[in-house]
Structure formats: structure tokens, C-alpha cells
């Protein structure tokens, strides 16, 4: 018995230190890791002239995507081509190819097949992607350091997960009980976070567990060369060139080959149109040419089994079909999957909620909002319990500091997620280092509130950085309306919901930044959690 409870203390030390240090740094992974479910439809949004753009069909996409790679890349050794409305979120023609460096080039295009799309420079909500799985520490194969950070929080989280089920012994109790009128502030919290982590319990653990898998070649190398005879390749996506998720398979590794001699390539309309009876009822989603006018030519085309699946995300697993590109003969069909392929592609879908459409993704912003409350609430029980228990003016100082680092760490990061949706829309768009600067103000912003937490009371703090984000998030659909095509209400109206969606998901968010300010202000409660203990901090 005795050693059953030294196991629990123990257990509770690292539950609860470990949740407070990591915590600061889990928070903002969560906070960002949940908007950047909705990274496409935040990437249309920021685009004014995405907004109900016409899509062109497959063939005339295609024929387009050729004409054009043939003046702008003929001497190239791999073209790319990801036809638009493959995922219905994204409706951009993608267009890449590697230039005389070998190094990955490309862009937009209009679905309509009229050209290069009049390109809004920025970086819509692949900021929110890049800060969850790296930090923004870019690119992470040459600085791995923020990847690294976010894998051991992802250990930390896990181990908590495990740590707090062994602490929480009344585990399935826990779940029934929430006393929001309790005497005690400390109670109320610590109900509010039970009530948090049994409720999404799978979820929360499923979601680092396959985070881990997606990014399993960056955390275990030596494992994935050998298994790949020293490539990564079949796993590696760089997430900052979206138009390069599918130019992998065997038929693009260039190393040690030399093009062939110059000789027709079979038009590539014709080979989509073979392809897409081989794969119906499924859509073309990709093509891939190797060495393309030349007699070693290659045309992979890749289908998709969903239409929700993200072409970013996807693997060397797709149903795909190889044509030799100088006769058109076919040289390999392929429709299943290699084990090992299949379960990264499904650890893929489970974390990037890549099926279930918008339904799902609105759960997996709804759970991933919902842990980072429940930690947040963890951290806000462990300071209010360990400053009760206070004795010396070290332990009241050091309190004092997590008190505003508290602050900043989880309404600082909402505040600048805000700071940053209003800088895509009130930057210059002309303004040549405008997507860098959308990155530059998100921090900017969390600086100020790390700032503002330090000289302000901490119950201060709380409430008006609640309180900004709030009014930032309210007031972000009127911006729209300073920004072409962007008008919220013309937008309904067009039913272009996936972008009106952006605008009334802030609009929804502000208003429980604005009540949750509300509560603790004292207004609406006689008695807020920081009139008792923070006032005086």
C-alpha cells in the first residue's frame, strides 16, 4: 500500500511540474495545431481573387499545365501538375517543376486555365501549420531544432496523459462532476480540467500519438534509411512547397541517371484520359513527368480515393498508373498499398483529420481547443494550489512570474493568432515582404503580451488580453469589406461558405473571448478566481 501511494506522489510531482513547464509551450502547439486544421480554407481566405473562382475541366487543365511547362521549364527533368478542386478546399491548379539546380520551382494557377493567378503574396494559414509541427524554425532538415522542441513537448504531453490517469484514481467519477458554483476557486478549476481530459481522453492521446508517426522519418532517421536503402524520400513532404506532396515515387529519383535523348512525349490529355477510365470513379489528383520530351520519359498519374484527402499529405502509397511517356505504353498499374505504406497514410488522416469533411474538422478544432483549455486549467489549479502553500519570498517571486507567464502563453497566443489574421488583411499588397511580416506581427504580438503581462496585475492581464482578442476576432469580417471579393455578406451569398466560414469562426471565437473576460472581470461572479489570489500578486 505504501509503495502504491509513493507511486501516485510521484506521479503527481511529474503531472504536475511537468505540465506547468511544458504546458507553456504545449498551449500555443495546441492553439495553432487547431486553427491550422482550416490552414486551406485560411489560405483561400487571404486570397481575394480565390474567392468563387470557375474550374476548368481535367483535360483543358491539363493541356494548359503542358503548354505552360513547356516555356517555362522545357529543359526540366521533373514536371509536377496537381489539378485543382482535387481537394475541395484548395482551388488553386498547382504547377511545379525542378530548374536547372534541381531545386523545387512553381506556383498558383487559375482553374479556369487563363494563366497565373494574380498572386496575393502570402502566407494565409501555413504560418499556424509551420509554428505546430516546428515552431517556425525553418527549414527544419537544416535547423531541426523546433521540430525536436515539439517532439519532446509531444513525449511530455503523453507522459502526462498517462501520469494524470494514474493521479485522477475517481477517473470515471471525474467525468460526471463539475461544481461551477463550488466555494473554493481551486475546486472549480480542477473540475473544469477533469471534466477537460476525461472527456477527449482518446483524442488528445491519439492525435500526438499519430503526430509522431507523420513525422517518424524526422524523429527515427536511421530507421527510415534503411528501410528506404537510404532514402527518406518516401516520406518526406516539405511542408513550405505544397506543390511537391505527390513528385514522389520511383520513377522521380534522378540520382545517378542522365536524360535521354530528345523524343516526343504522348500528349499529356491523352494519358489523363486513359488514367481516369483506369481509376473511375475516382479523380485524376496528380501527375508526375520524368524527364519529360525526352525517350526515357516517365508520366506517373496519381488518383485519388478521396475526395477529401489532402495531396500535401499524401504518400508513395496513392492508386497510381506509370506510362512510358515516348509510346504511351503502360508500365505498371497499381491499386494496393504496401502495409507500412497504408499505415502512414492512416496515421496521416487520423492527425490532419484528412476525411469526414467539414463535420470532422469543426470536432478537431472543437477537441484541440479543448485540450488546450484542459491545460491551461491544469496550470491555473497548479499555481493557485502551490501559492497557498507559499512560505518564503523566493517561492512568492517565482509564483508571481509563472502567474504572467500563464498569461501570456495562453491568452498572448490567442492574441497574436488574431494579430495575425488581421495582418493578412490590412498589410500593402504590394508590399513585396508582406508574408514575412504577417509572421513578424504574429510575434510582434505575442511580445507585447508577454509585455503587458509583466507589468500589469496578473488579474488584469487576464481580462484585458481576453478582452483585446476578443474585440480583434468581433471585429475581423469588417476588415473584409476594406479587401476586394472579401465582402462577408456578398460571400454568404455567393454560398461561399468555406470563406465566410473563416470570418464567422472568428466572430464565434470573440465572443467566448469576450465572455470568458466577462466571468473572471468579476461582473458576472462575485467572486473570480484572481479578485481572491492574483489581485495582490
Not at 217 to 231: D, E, F, Q, R, V
Not at 499 to 516: I, N
Request: proline share 6%; glycine share 8%; charged share 15%.
Amino acid at each position: 500500500m505504501e509503495k502504491a501511494k509513493s507511486f501516485t506522489r510521484e506521479m503527481s510531482w511529474l503531472h504536475s511540474w511537468s505540465g506547468l513547464i511544458f504546458g507553456w509551450l504545449l498551449v500555443p502547439i495546441f492553439v495553432t495545431g487547431s486553427i491550422c486544421v482550416f490552414y486551406f480554407e485560411i489560405g483561400v481566405w487571404a486570397k481575394p481573387e480565390a474567392h468563387a473562382m470557375r474550374v476548368a475541366e481535367p483535360a483543358a487543365l491539363v493541356a494548359f499545365s503542358e503548354a505552360h511547362l513547356k516555356k517555362a521549364a522545357p529543359d526540366s527533368r521533373l514536371w509536377q501538375i496537381i489539378l485543382p478542386d482535387v481537394l475541395p478546399r484548395d482551388p488553386f491548379l498547382r504547377l511545379g517543376w525542378l530548374d536547372k539546380d534541381g531545386k523545387p520551382a512553381g506556383g498558383g494557377f487559375a482553374p479556369d486555365g487563363s494563366g497565373p493567378q494574380a498572386r496575393t503574396p502570402t502566407i494565409g494559414g501555413l504560418f499556424f501549420v509551420r509554428f505546430h509541427y516546428a515552431l517556425n524554425i525553418l527549414p527544419w532538415q537544416k535547423h531541426p531544432l523546433g521540430l525536436l522542441i515539439v517532439g519532446l513537448a509531444g513525449i511530455a504531453f503523453l507522459a502526462n496523459v498517462i501520469a494524470g490517469v494514474v493521479v485522477h484514481k475517481r477517473i470515471f467519477k471525474d467525468f460526471f462532476t463539475f461544481r461551477p458554483k463550488a466555494k473554493s476557486e481551486q475546486r472549480k478549476w480542477l473540475d473544469a480540467h477533469n471534466v477537460l481530459s476525461v472527456l477527449p481522453l482518446s483524442f488528445h492521446f491519439l492525435i500526438v500519438l499519430t503526430g509522431f508517426a507523420v513525422f517518424c522519418w524526422a524523429y527515427i532517421p536511421s530507421g527510415i534509411a534503411t528501410l528506404y536503402n537510404g532514402s527518406d524520400d518516401a516520406f518526406h513532404v516539405d511542408a513550405n512547397l505544397p506543390w511537391q506532396g505527390l513528385a514522389i515515387s520511383e520513377f522521380s529519383d534522378l540520382k545517378g541517371t542522365q536524360p535521354g535523348a530528345s523524343a516526343r512525349t504522348v500528349p499529356l490529355a491523352l494519358l489523363l484520359a486513359r488514367a481516369q477510365a483506369e481509376f473511375a470513379p475516382e479523380r485524376v489528383a496528380n501527375i508526375v513527368v520524368r524527364d519529360p520530351g525526352r525517350a526515357n520519359a516517365v508520366v506517373e498519374v496519381f488518383g485519388s480515393d478521396s475526395h477529401d484527402h489532402d495531396p500535401v499529405l499524401r504518400r508513395k502509397n496513392t492508386p497510381r498508373i506509370a506510362f512510358d511517356g515516348a509510346s504511351g505504353r503502360v508500365i505498371r498499374i497499381q491499386h494496393g498499398r504496401p502495409l507500412m505504406a497504408t499505415i502512414a497514410d492512416a496515421a496521416s488522416a487520423l492527425h490532419f483529420a484528412s476525411f469526414g469533411g467539414t463535420a470532422m474538422r469543426l470536432l478537431y478544432l472543437v477537441a484541440g481547443m479543448t485540450g488546450a483549455v484542459m491545460m491551461a486549467t491544469g496550470q491555473l489549479v497548479f499555481t493557485i494550489k502551490r501559492r497557498e502553500k507559499a512560505v518564503s519570498p523566493g517561492a512568492e517571486r517565482f509564483f508571481k512570474i509563472v502567474d504572467r507567464v500563464n498569461v501570456a502563453t495562453i491568452a498572448g497566443v490567442c492574441f497574436a493568432s488574431a494579430a495575425h489574421l488581421w495582418a493578412i488583411r490590412l498589410l500593402p499588397y504590394d508590399l513585396a515582404a508582406r508574408p514575412a511580416w504577417e509572421v513578424n506581427i504574429f510575434f510582434i504580438a505575442w511580445g507585447i503580451a508577454f509585455l503587458h503581462a509583466a507589468v500589469r496585475p496578473p488579474g488584469s492581464a487576464w481580462i484585458e488580453q481576453l478582452a483585446a482578442t476578443a474585440l480583434l476576432c468581433i471585429a475581423l469580417p469588417v476588415l473584409g469589406f476594406m479587401v476586394p471579393n472579401s465582402n462577408l455578406f456578398a460571400m454568404i451569398a455567393k454560398g461561399d461558405w468555406k470563406t465566410a466560414g473563416v470570418d464567422l469562426g472568428s466572430v464565434v471565437f470573440g465572443v467566448l473571448f469576450a465572455s470568458t473576460a466577462w466571468v473572471i472581470s468579476g461582473k458576472r461572479a462575485s467572486r473570480s478566481m484572481y479578485n481572491r489570489s492574483l489581485q495582490g500578486a
